[in-house]
C-alpha cells in the first residue's frame, strides 16, 4: 500500500498576489505597532521613575533611531489599510442611503490627520 500524495505546502503564497502580500505586510506591521506602544510606555515609566536621562541616551543611539523611524513608517502603513478597510467591515446608514465607501475613508482619514496636528501643536509648540 503507498501513502497517500501530501501537497507540498508553498512558503511564498503570499506573493502571488498584489492583495495578498499588502494583507501579510499590515499582520507583520502588528509587529512595530506593538513596539511603539512599549517604548511610549518605557517612556512614560522613565518619565515617572527619574530615569529620563537614561532613556534619552538609549533614545538618541542610532540603531534606536533607525527602529524607530521604521517602526513610524510601519505604523503608519498599518492605520492607513486599517482605515482603508473601514468601509468594507461597517455599513453607515443614513435614512436607508448607504454612504458610499469613500466618504467613511475620507472622514477616517480627516480625522487622523486633524487628531495627528491637534498633536503635533501640542508637542511642538515652544514654552
Given at each position: 500500500m503507498t501513502a497517500p500524495y501530501v501537497r507540498g505546502r508553498d512558503r511564498l503564497w503570499f506573493a502571488r498576489s498584489r492583495r495578498y502580500t499588502i494583507f501579510v505586510l499590515r499582520e507583520l506591521t502588528s509587529v512595530f505597532v506593538a513596539w511603539t506602544v512599549a517604548y511610549l510606555?518605557?517612556?512614560?515609566?522613565?518619565?515617572?521613575?527619574?530615569?529620563?536621562?537614561?532613556?534619552?541616551?538609549?533614545?538618541?543611539?542610532?540603531?534606536?533611531?533607525?527602529?524607530?523611524?521604521?517602526?513610524?513608517?510601519?505604523?503608519?502603513?498599518?492605520?492607513?489599510?486599517?482605515?482603508?478597510?473601514?468601509?468594507?467591515?461597517?455599513?453607515?446608514?443614513?435614512?436607508?442611503?448607504?454612504v458610499p465607501?469613500?466618504?467613511?475613508?475620507?472622514?477616517n482619514h480627516s480625522a487622523w490627520l486633524l487628531v495627528s496636528a491637534v498633536v503635533a501643536y501640542v508637542v511642538l509648540r515652544s514654552p
Open positions: 510606555l518605557l517612556m512614560i515609566a522613565a518619565l515617572t521613575g527619574g530615569g529620563y536621562a537614561g532613556f534619552v541616551a538609549l533614545a538618541g543611539r542610532p540603531w534606536m533611531i533607525v527602529v524607530n523611524v521604521v517602526a513610524l513608517a510601519a505604523t503608519c502603513f498599518h492605520a492607513i489599510t486599517f482605515l482603508n478597510l473601514a468601509p468594507k467591515a461597517t455599513v453607515v446608514r443614513l435614512d436607508g442611503w448607504r465607501a469613500w466618504m467613511i475613508q475620507g472622514g
